[in-house]
């Protein structure tokens, strides 16, 4: 899934500071599933702002909405009745959330509430972590399953580096050493001499270094 | 004299909450008026969203009062609204709101005196702090 | 079978917490019961106490009194003494008075829980409790500690009010002491409470020094040494010496100890206050009563239980729990308690006081509009104006049709009120409003509504100058909620009247009986080809009992039994439902075999660690004790014939790796010792220890080993006893540090016996099966409800035998009886109701995050891959609401705590 | 004998079977040339190559190859070093082409390390290619005239191509299967991560001794030599991948106030020592850190002075 993490409410209020009527919109896709940005967070940020302008003394309306997705037109739709009444959305769903919404209501001014951070998934409840750098090529197979482009701090296709101590990455104890899980496993699974083999530089070219990217699957294009 | 009288809202687990509320009424002791409790089966059912309505509301202090954390009937459940007690310190002090104006108290059962001490040493913090909302 | 047994009530003797917790499980049981306590209230020890080790519980004896005094088939008699006991088992006659009214009751068995007094130590002469105001017995301070109590819970010693700065607690007063105290046993209870007594001091005030003079340091129960570990870490300080001299320091109120260190070096030492952890013995009018009955009694007057028969006196139809069998802490008192329950339903039919009750079909008012009756109940000591403003402030409240008082039968008068008024909603004000909800859920129900149509309004720590806010925001809360309620969905689910129990050795097989016996099919899984589990290698019990004889017998009933199947090299692999309702998936050798079962008792037993210390499997002669015990068995002489025998005690016992005491190895190695002295006197026996944690009535067997000439070296964790082959000799040469003598000894012997540590055989494959917890140390964790010592963490699910912890044959009898009888108490119901207050998901807000599986406490909620969402099986629902806060699609609600209410909540509450 | 594959002066030196000894110097963080001139002019024929670091814990300094040409000027042999954090494909082959152009002969492959702990951890990382695919990338160009993506080089630069080996860094196993790699990749000689831990050393070298690496490679092992208890306890526990052993810390720590340094440079000329007779050990990488003016005294107390002129 998408991960994201909440922006901190201080800069959303800077940011909708000259605005009184204010439309809050959730997304029960990824963003629901990490706890940041589900019709849960959507009432927990609306309050927020409430309790900020009363303190202030401040009149403020602020509604609070939750879109099955805000990454498919259908639902984004959904707003189109509503999202006139308000002169500031926040859009707390993944960077694409606020886009789609711009595209679609383009007299409306957007605001995303939530910082994404990247796709990956739930160590445990409350601990996520990244997975995949969607570099357009996988080749996770050629390395015991364990991807080096998304987590090997320096996307070494032929490490580890000589920074790796404990299993654990030169740039933080707290991050683990990706290059050594895969030494490790390839040894395991006896598949050493796959390891030694030079791993050759990758095209980037299916990766964002190649442009925005867009797919067009022509069996499923009306 | 500072006769501010702060509108205090209680969040208590209604397992040590009420055996603790026996303990302080045979103490004779009695809870102050302006704080006003609602009883939850477990502390872990409080949300944070639960924790900020009342200053929506326009209440001055908020607190969770549950068991001890090696005590709670339900394992995990102080531990967890501990936790999003915290949470709710950070929101509120980026919201320009003292972050003392919520907090989180471990009673045990046997020791009802402690029920009735909390809301007042809330009473008191929150009334150092003047009303959440300037008049 | 059960034609033949005689029909009758059953008299409980003792309101104490081994009385009530017996009375309560009988009235479940279907039994009437009459309940005799001699003081003026029920609750016996426990009300006196501060705390109860080593979590407190003290919450749970309140609601317990009160569910006696409101169950129609319990008969509570205060202030009524047994005078006189005639006729048979199913028949007996019962002479009571009270407050010099005499009563005669026909009961068909009778319960004996009169328990314990403590030591009084105005009879010794080395305690100057009487001279010395701040002298004082453990139970005074206790007192003091209290926050109830008559220093409000703020410590002051007595001669000057002073806050003390060094408290010395001084142990086994009136315990192990034949000369001034005619008490030879250790009361076992007092080294724990000494160090609560110590934990809880530094809890008041951190830099209050405590200071606990013991002999041996006796924390052998489950949890014990953890807390004995974390009070040492609180710098509880301990010293092993038996303090000869209590005097004052002259011109003060301070205390000198004068005593002698372990090298007999003498030492003097000042305290503001001396605390006489003193010990229990059975209470005076318990030895009469059982003396007038005819039970026989131990030379330490306890009652003599019958051999393997924990709870059985020697008198038919007479029971014994409690402090009276032994001195034991609560929990053992709470296992006996139930386990009588189990005794009497296999020799007695129950006969109840009142019918069972019959509820009218819920009525579909419910879901009309809510109507409120809000109801009060007002104890003596309120004001009866209250009342009025009650009343007068309820019918403003929006939502309230009708306000009313109830006194006397609350739930009749809760019912009629309801009908009168047509209310389909109840908020119920009073002053402990947690004590009466069964009384609330019967009137609902009763009245014909779903039984959590109700809230409270607790009516206690009200500010009397203040009381009409208080009352007036009270009032309204419930009241909002109350209108916010809707009834949760109930169903009645069919109880599949069978059991399973997992274990083939003692605890399971007792167990199982004890349940086949009354007519319920049992299925006993035990993964060894051979039954007996670990009594296989136990020769005797420490009372001296024959275990293999027993065994045999025990054997030889399950196999007769034909509701038992019994599935031998059998493993349990998998694990659902809900009490009532389980389903299990056994392999047998590789088959799977599926049985739907209704509850479990899980008694997969345990096994001493082999060590890696001391020689072990490199040297013939040194034994692990379960290899000794069948040595002794198989060819005795082999052993018996012996010059030197040396039993190591603690071997991976207290220590980093495995930090529990394994609670039976003193015991065991003094009984050995004892028994092999009678074979050969002239045999040397050395037992090295660390503590003799011969607790109980089991002191009498150390003292014994003393007299016979064993010998008792201490050594300390650090400097472990050390083995050395001799050359061309079978023998090993040991060389010990003694605390005493202050050097090495070394002495040869022919062979060494281990005592190591028992830990659970296969717990945590067990846990996670079952999805139960396990203690920090590996056994099975007890119900977080406390006070529950034979339900684990999961419903519907009981522990017994030394998977729960280490504990003698004996003990896990008990264990095993009140697990079943606690299985009964399931089995004997037809129908289950589930939900109610509990967490419910709706499938179509669920987004499968998983967020309330890795939440739930319990790990109740599962992804159901039919309906594509989570799922919470009400059976198991504990409705704590942790998943419903934390469910980030809000999929899941509880319509007693709903987030509604939650929300509103303050609204209410600050429109004043 | 066969042709050099650069023609410089180490390449030399190493083919004739002498015991080589290497310098290293950071350029300065900031156009202080004269700073440069002054630190190289200590290791001045001291040494058959100095390394110039390339923005050396990912703080900025003046560029590897810029300083490189400077100490050319100055009469001393750069190694330079390049790192794959700061440059893409194409500005690595250009700079390749520069520093070759400009006579540079010399050329150490690195990854680099993380800019987390630089002076710039705001900076966005390139490692678009890695050390491995670095060293394939300069041998491609030397060997076969082709750059990465197949296109002819017209004149291709002749570079005696070095790595890095950390011996001590983990998965330990698999560090000597690294080695190995490098060179199969295209590595002439390698520089080891100073060594302090000689035990694990002995077991590296013997490792590939056995694996016949040092016959295709020459193995200069690292050495540093510790300038107080302070460095050897930073460098123990701070710095990843290195390997300090406690008998160490001990030995400085016993040789008393002010005597450390000294009792650091002792404990590395008996390392020096070992290393000349240890079998595979080609020579010696020292890298002493802004220690420059030492340089000269630790040479000659090893006994490598004058250097060999081939």
Not at chain 1, 114 to 130: C, L
Not at chain 1, 151 to 171: D, F, T, V
Not at chain 2, 24 to 50: F, S, Y
Not at chain 2, 100 to 109: G, H, Q, T
């Amino acid at each position: 899934m998408i991960v994201a993490e909440p922006k901190p409410i201080k800069e959303l209020l800077e940011m909708v500071k000259d605005f009184n009527r204010i439309l809050v919109v959730g997304c029960k896709g990824c963003v629901t599933v990490c706890n940041v940005g589900g019709a849960k967070e959507v009432a927990i940020l609306a309050s927020s702002i409430r309790i900020s302008r009363k303190k202030m003394a401040q009149e403020i309306e602020v509604e609070e909405h939750t879109l099955e997705r805000q990454c498919d037109p259908e639902y984004v739709d959904e707003l189109k009745d509503m999202i006139g009444d308000y002169d500031a959305v926040i859009s707390i769903a993944c960077g694409v959330g606020p886009q789609f919404l711009s595209e679609r209501y383009p007299s409306s001014r957007i605001f995303p509430g939530v910082n994404t951070q990247f796709m990956g998934g739930a160590e445990e409840h409350g601990i996520w972590s990244e997975r995949c750098a969607g570099c357009g090529t996988c080749v996770v197979h050629y390395f015991g399953g364990l991807c080096p482009i998304a987590r090997c701090s320096k996307s070494l296709l032929n490490g580890p580096c000589g920074g790796s101590a404990n299993g654990k990455c030169e740039i933080s104890k707290d991050v683990e050493c990706i290059w050594d899980l895969i030494v490790r496993k390839m040894m395991e699974q006896d598949r050493l001499d796959e390891l030694i083999e030079f791993k050759p530089p990758k095209s980037w070219i299916t990766a964002r270094d190649g442009g925005p990217r867009r797919m067009i699957r022509e069996e499923l294009v009306k | 004299m500072n006769d501010f009288k702060p509108q205090i809202v209680a969040f208590c687990c209604s397992n040590c909450a009420s055996s603790a509320a026996n303990v302080a009424e045979g103490m004779k002791k009695a809870l102050p008026d302006n704080v006003k409790i609602i009883q939850i089966p477990c502390t872990g059912r409080v949300e944070i969203l639960h924790l900020l309505k009342p200053f929506e509301e326009g209440a001055d202090g908020v607190y969770v009062a549950g068991c001890q954390e090696d005590s709670c009937q339900y394992v995990s459940g102080i531990a967890k609204a501990t936790k999003r007690v915290t949470h709710v310190k950070k929101i509120l002090e980026e919201l320009s709101i003292e972050p003392d104006r919520i907090d989180v108290f471990n009673l045990s059962a046997g020791k009802g005196q402690e029920f009735v001490e909390v809301a007042y040493e809330m009473v008191n913090k929150v009334k150092e702090l003047g009303p959440f909302l300037q008049a | 079978m059960s034609q033949e047994k005689p029909k009758g009530p059953v008299m409980v003797i003792g309101g104490g917490i081994a009385g009530i917790q017996a009375a309560l499980s009988l009235s479940d049981a279907g039994y009437g019961v009459h309940l005799i306590e001699s003081t003026g209230s029920l609750g016996g020890m426990i009300p006196k106490l501060h705390r109860i080790y080593p979590l407190c519980a003290c919450c749970k004896v309140n609601p317990r009194i009160a569910a006696c005094e409101q169950d129609p088939n319990i008969s509570v008699m205060l202030n009524t003494k047994v005078s006189g006991l005639t006729g048979d088992f199913g028949n007996f006659s019962v002479t009571l008075e009270t407050e010099n009214q005499k009563k005669e009751l026909q009961v068909g068995a009778v319960v004996l829980a009169a328990g314990i007094e403590t030591f009084d130590p105005a009879e010794h002469e080395t305690y100057p409790h009487e001279q010395f105001p701040n002298v004082i017995t453990s139970v005074e301070y206790e007192q003091i500690q209290k926050p109830l109590g008559p220093e409000a819970g703020i410590l002051k010693r007595p001669s000057d009010g002073k806050t003390p700065a060094k408290i010395a607690w001084l142990q086994c007063v009136g315990s192990r002491d034949i000369n001034q105290c005619d008490a030879p046993y250790c009361s076992s209870v007092c080294c724990m409470y000494a160090l609560k007594e110590a934990v809880n001091t530094k809890d008041f005030d951190e830099d209050i020094e405590t200071t606990i003079f013991y002999m041996d340091m006796r924390t052998h129960g489950k949890g014990f040494e953890d807390y004995l570990n974390s009070a040492i870490d609180r710098d509880v300080r301990l010293i092993r010496s038996r303090v000869h001299t209590v005097d004052t320091v002259p011109e003060s109120d301070d205390l000198l100890i004068r005593y002698a260190d372990e090298s007999g070096h003498p030492e003097e030492e000042s305290f503001d206050m001396v605390v006489l952890s003193v010990g229990v013995r059975p209470g005076g009018e318990a030895i009469e009563i059982a003396n007038k009955i005819g039970v026989n009694l131990t030379a330490d007057h306890f009652v003599n239980t019958e051999p393997f028969k924990p709870v059985s006196t020697n008198v038919p139809g007479i029971f014994v729990c409690g402090g009276l069998s032994g001195p034991h802490d609560i929990g053992q008192s709470l296992v006996q308690a139930t386990a009588t329950v189990s005794e009497i339903a296999s020799i007695l039919s129950p006969e109840p006081f009142a019918a069972p009750k019959k509820y009218p079909n819920a009525s579909e008012a419910a879901d009309e509009d809510p109507e409120i009756l809000l109801a009060y109940h007002l104890c003596p000591g309120m004001a009866p104006e209250l009342g009025a403003e009650i009343e007068g402030y309820a019918l403003k409240t929006p939502g309230v049709k009708a306000a009313s008082r109830v006194e006397g039968d609350i739930s009749g008068a809760l019912t009629d009120q309801l009908k009168e008024a047509g209310a389909n909603r109840l908020v119920f004000a009073s002053c402990s409003p947690v004590i009466h909800k069964n009384l609330i859920e019967d009137a609902l129900k009763s009245a014909g509504l779903n039984p959590y149509l109700y809230d409270v309004v607790d009516l206690r720590a009200i500010d009397p100058q203040t009381s009409s806010t208080q009352l007036q925001d009270r009032i309204r809360m419930g009241a909002a909620r109350a209108l916010l309620l809707s009834p949760p969905s109930l169903r009645e689910i069919p109880v599949v009247k069978s059991a399973l129990v997992v274990g083939g050795g003692v605890a399971g097989l007792e167990s199982a009986l004890a349940v086949a016996r009354e007519g319920y099919s049992v299925t006993v899984v035990e993964k060894e080809k051979e039954l007996g589990g670990h009594g296989l290698h136990v020769r005797r019990t420490w009372q001296g009992y024959d275990t293999q004889e027993y065994l045999k017998e025990l054997i030889a009933s399950v196999n007769q039994d034909k509701n038992i199947t019994l599935m031998a090299e059998t493993e349990v692999k998998e694990n659902r439902g809900f009490p009532g309702n389980f389903v299990t998936i056994l392999d047998k050798k590789g088959e799977c075999v599926e049985l739907s079962h209704g509850v479990t008792i899980l008694a997969s037993g345990g096994n001493p660690i082999r060590p890696q210390e001391y020689l072990y499997g490199q040297h013939e002669k040194v034994y692990l004790w379960s290899e000794l015990e069948q040595r002794m068995m198989d060819n005795p002489s082999s052993i018996e014939g012996a010059g030197t025998a040396v039993f190591i005690q603690c071997v991976g016992s207290r220590d980093s790796s495995c930090s529990h005491c394994s609670n039976i190895c003193c015991t065991f190695s003094v009984r050995t010792a004892v028994d092999l002295k009678a074979k050969n006197p002239d045999m040397n026996i050395y037992i090295l220890y660390r503590d003799m944690r011969t607790f109980g009535e089991r002191e009498n067997l150390y003292r014994e080993a003393r007299e016979k000439g064993v010998i008792f070296i201490r050594y300390e964790v650090d400097n472990k006893p050390s083995l050395q082959p001799i050359d061309g000799q079978e023998r090993l040469n040991v060389v010990v540090y003694d605390q005493v003598l202050q050097k090495s000894i070394a002495f040869d012997a022919d062979f060494v016996s281990l005592q190591t540590a028992i830990v659970g055989t296969n717990n945590q494959e067990l846990a996670d099966i079952f999805r139960i917890n396990l203690d920090s140390n590996g056994f099975f964790a007890e119900s977080p409800e406390k006070l529950k010592p034979v339900d684990s963490s999961t419903k519907g699910i009981y522990i017994a035998g030394l998977a729960v912890y280490p504990k003698d044959m004996v003990e896990s009898i008990a264990q095993a009886k009140a697990a079943s009888a606690r299985a009964l108490e399931i089995l004997c119901q037809d129908t289950i109701q589930v939900g109610g207050l509990v967490a419910e998901v709706m499938a179509e807000k669920c987004a499968v995050c998983c967020t309330c599986v890795r939440t739930c406490p319990f790990n109740v909620p599962v992804i159901d891959h039919e309906t594509g969402a989570a799922c919470i099986d009400p059976g198991l629902c504990q409705g704590c609401g942790m998943c419903v806060a934390e469910c980030p699609g809000k999929a899941i609600t509880m319509s007693t705590c709903s987030d509604q209410m939650l929300t509103q909540a303050p609204s209410v509450l600050l429109a004043t | 004998m066969s042709e050099y594959k650069s023609g410089s002066n180490l390449e030399k030196v190493l083919r004739a079977g002498h015991f080589a000894f290497t310098g290293e110097c950071g350029p300065p963080q900031g156009a202080n040339v004269e700073h440069l001139k002054e630190k190289a002019g200590h290791l001045k024929g001291c040494v058959d190559a100095v390394n110039v670091t390339d923005n050396q814990t990912a703080v900025v300094r003046m560029s590897s190859w810029a300083a490189s040409i400077i100490l050319l000027q100055e009469g001393l042999e750069p190694n330079f070093q390049m790192v794959c954090r700061d440059r893409n494909r194409l500005a690595i082959q250009s700079d390749i082409l520069g520093a070759y152009s400009l006579g540079i002969r010399n050329i150490l492959c690195l990854s680099g390390d993380h800019q987390k702990f630089g002076n710039h951890p705001e900076a966005k990382n390139v490692f678009d290619i890695d050390s491995m695919q670095l060293i394939h990338t300069v041998k491609t160009m030397r060997d076969e005239g082709k750059f990465l993506n197949g296109q002819d080089v017209d004149v291709p630069p002749e570079l005696f191509i070095g790595a890095a080996s950390n011996p001590f860094a983990e998965p330990f196993d698999f560090r000597v299967y690294r080695l190995a790699k490098k060179i199969s990749a295209g590595a002439d000689f390698i520089q080891t991560q100073c060594i302090y831990n000689m035990d694990r050393f002995r077991e590296f070298m013997k490792k590939a001794v056995d694996m016949g690496l040092h016959e295709k490679c020459y193995i200069l092992a690292g050495v540093t030599p510790m300038k107080s208890v302070g460095m050897a306890l930073y460098m123990a526990k701070q710095v990843p991948g290195m390997d300090v052993p406690d008998t160490l810390i001990k030995r400085l720590r016993g040789a008393g106030k002010g005597k450390a340094a000294e009792e650091g440079i002792k404990f590395a000329l008996e390392q020096i020592e070992e290393f000349k007779e240890l079998e595979g050990v080609a020579g010696v990488h020292l890298m002493a850190i802004e220690w420059e003016h030492k340089v000269p005294e630790i040479a000659e107390r090893a006994g490598v002075l004058p250097r060999p002129t081939v």
